[in-house]
């Protein structure tokens, strides 16, 4: 096994803090994500370019919307109309979408007495956000065991999938006296705007166990997955499952080779993106044998069949949680260094589906507790959105970025930063 620091170890060995709430706002002045009330907002956009965000205050999710790129928000409405605990970090956050017709989807794990376990929780608004449905549980098993770390996205063919590791199966097997090492995935699928979900469908067994999953659509509407796996040998690398929530099982491609052999939970999921040109764009974090510590990037030029020699992003074991989006042929990646005083958020750029990349940008920089970055598209632009106690929420337009040719430049300490600690 590859000798991994203490620091590292001990930052796996937990999930991300983010913000600390305080004491709940009174629930008729909650507009946007507020430090230090709020955690782990996430944002969408609907067909219009509205941006609309889900975050977590104490028992509540909350969504709100901004027609500013989030400078001011609307009063936010809570999901559900009696609170329940929130099973909530960086990489188990509340999702939200919409579909084309406009109406917003949210789901999210609702944590259960029992360690570790928890139930995949599903709503959805049809009147612009004014309210929510009545919540209904997707994991079908009726059992009190694990269900996190949901995944929600919506086909451009309008199928709703949400994805989830669960460990139903893991259950099954310690009450048989079976060996049975990590936890599956599922997913339901609902053709119907979210009325009504199909029964829970295995994706893959043997999985790690808590990490987030990464769903991304091809030319012909169809899901790819992308998440960590439990290979031979108990190596925690990542692999892509496509065609998920057809009736055939899905057809599998391992993505990495890091050799990353750890009995532990990492707590860092990977990122998939495919463009245009139907290129499949994969980042993620390990600490592999062969690999070393750090977040790396990988393309596939054939359908996510192969992929290249992953390239190291950012600064070694200090780089974590990136992410990778795009619009046409453009391409994003961002992640986070964390060296224990503050947090940076560093992006790279490609105008022509990952053949060149840009030199390192830093967007911006916030305490040691800040959240995970995500980004988001209207369909014209895409954004960073981040939050940090120091900052707030942020959402950042990537027009800025130089989008071309050199790759990896050393960071020069006196470049522009978008977004400060104040």
Same mark, same amino acid.
Do not use: Q
């Given at each position: 096994?590859?000798?991994?620091?203490?620091?590292?170890?001990?930052?796996?060995?937990?999930?991300?803090?983010?913000?600390?709430?305080?004491?709940?706002?009174?629930?008729?002045?909650?507009?946007?994500?507020?430090?230090?009330?709020?955690?782990?907002?996430?944002?969408?956009?609907?067909?219009?370019?509205?941006?609309?965000?889900?975050?977590?205050?104490?028992?509540?999710?909350?969504?709100?919307?901004?027609?500013?790129?989030?400078?001011?928000?609307?009063?936010?409405?809570?999901?559900?109309?009696?609170?329940?605990?929130?099973?909530?970090?960086?990489?188990?956050?509340?999702?939200?979408?919409?579909?084309?017709?406009?109406?917003?989807?949210?789901?999210?794990?609702?944590?259960?007495?029992?360690?570790?376990?928890?139930? =995949?929780?599903?709503?959805? &608004?049809? @009147? /612009? #956000?004014?309210? !929510?449905? $009545?919540?209904?549980?997707?994991? *079908?098993?009726?059992?009190?065991?694990?269900?996190?770390?949901?995944?929600?996205?919506?086909?451009?063919?309008?199928?709703?999938?949400?994805?989830?590791?669960?460990?139903?199966?893991?259950?099954?097997?310690?009450?048989?006296?079976?060996?049975?090492?990590?936890?599956? =995935?599922?997913?339901?699928? &609902?053709? @119907? /705007? #979210?009325?009504? !979900?199909? $029964?829970?469908?295995?994706?893959? *067994?043997?999985?790690?166990?808590?990490?987030?999953?990464?769903?991304?659509?091809?030319?012909?509407?169809?899901?790819?997955?992308?998440?960590?796996?439990?290979?031979?040998?108990?190596?925690?690398?990542?692999?892509?499952?496509?065609?998920?929530?057809?009736?055939?099982?899905?057809?599998?491609?391992?993505?990495?080779?890091?050799?990353?052999?750890?009995?532990?939970?990492?707590?860092?999921?990977?990122?998939?993106?495919?463009?245009?040109?139907?290129?499949?764009?994969?980042?993620?974090?390990?600490?592999?044998?062969?690999?070393?510590?750090?977040?790396?990037?990988?393309?596939?030029?054939?359908?996510?069949?192969?992929?290249?020699?992953?390239?190291?992003?950012?600064?070694?074991?200090?780089?974590?949680?990136?992410?990778?989006?795009?619009?046409?042929?453009?391409?994003?990646?961002?992640?986070?260094?964390?060296?224990?005083?503050?947090?940076?958020?560093?992006?790279?750029?490609?105008?022509?589906?990952?053949?060149?990349?840009?030199?390192?940008?830093?967007?911006?920089?916030?305490?040691?507790?800040?959240?995970?970055?995500?980004?988001?598209?209207?369909?014209?632009?895409?954004?960073?959105?981040?939050?940090?106690?120091?900052?707030?929420?942020?959402?950042?337009?990537?027009?800025?970025?130089?989008?071309?040719?050199?790759?990896?430049?050393?960071?020069?300490?006196?470049?522009?930063?978008?977004?400060?600690?104040?």
């Amino acid at each position: 096994m590859r000798a991994v620091s203490s620091a590292l170890l001990a930052f796996l060995s937990i999930a991300p803090a983010s913000i600390a709430p305080a004491e709940d706002r009174p629930r008729g002045e909650v507009r946007g994500p507020e430090a230090p009330f709020s955690s782990f907002p996430t944002p969408a956009f609907d067909v219009t370019g509205r941006l609309w965000v889900a975050f977590v205050e104490g028992d509540f999710i909350y969504v709100t919307s901004s027609d500013d790129g989030g400078r001011t928000f609307a009063l936010a409405v809570p999901v559900t109309r009696e609170g329940e605990k929130i099973d909530a970090n960086g990489e188990g956050r509340p999702k939200i979408a919409a579909t084309k017709d406009g109406t917003l989807l949210v789901s999210w794990t609702k944590k259960l007495e029992k360690p570790y376990s928890g139930l =995949i929780r599903f709503s959805r &608004s049809t @009147d /612009g #956000g004014k309210s !929510f449905t $009545p919540p209904v549980t997707l994991n *079908d098993d009726g059992l009190e065991t694990g269900h996190r770390f949901d995944a929600l996205a919506v086909a451009p063919t309008g199928e709703i999938l949400v994805a989830w590791i669960d460990k139903r199966d893991l259950e099954r097997a310690m009450a048989e006296g079976k060996p049975y090492i990590g936890a599956a =995935i599922y997913v339901a699928v &609902s053709r @119907d /705007g #979210g009325r009504r !979900f199909e $029964p829970n469908r295995k994706v893959k *067994d043997n999985v790690c166990e808590c990490c987030r999953l990464s769903f991304a659509f091809d030319e012909n509407g169809e899901a790819s997955l992308l998440f960590r796996d439990v290979v031979e040998g108990g190596i925690r690398d990542h692999v892509l499952a496509k065609r998920v929530g057809k009736s055939e099982p899905p057809a599998i491609h391992r993505v990495s080779f890091d050799e990353w052999k750890i009995d532990a939970c990492p707590h860092h999921g990977p990122s998939l993106f495919i463009d245009s040109r139907g290129r499949y764009h994969a980042a993620w974090f390990t600490a592999g044998e062969r690999s070393g510590t750090g977040s790396f990037y990988a393309l596939s030029t054939d359908g996510g069949t192969t992929f290249t020699r992953p390239v190291a992003l950012g600064e070694g074991e200090h780089a974590t949680h990136p992410f990778v989006f795009g619009l046409g042929s453009s391409v994003y990646l961002v992640w986070m260094e964390v060296d224990g005083r503050e947090s940076v958020v560093r992006m790279e750029a490609s105008a022509d589906g990952g053949d060149s990349w840009s030199a390192p940008a830093t967007l911006a920089r916030g305490g040691p507790g800040a959240d995970h970055p995500l980004l988001a598209s209207d369909g014209e632009e895409v954004f960073l959105s981040w939050f940090s106690k120091e900052t707030g929420y942020v959402l950042l337009p990537l027009s800025k970025a130089t989008l071309g040719s050199s790759r990896r430049a050393p960071l020069d300490e006196d470049e522009d930063v978008l977004v400060a600690l104040p």
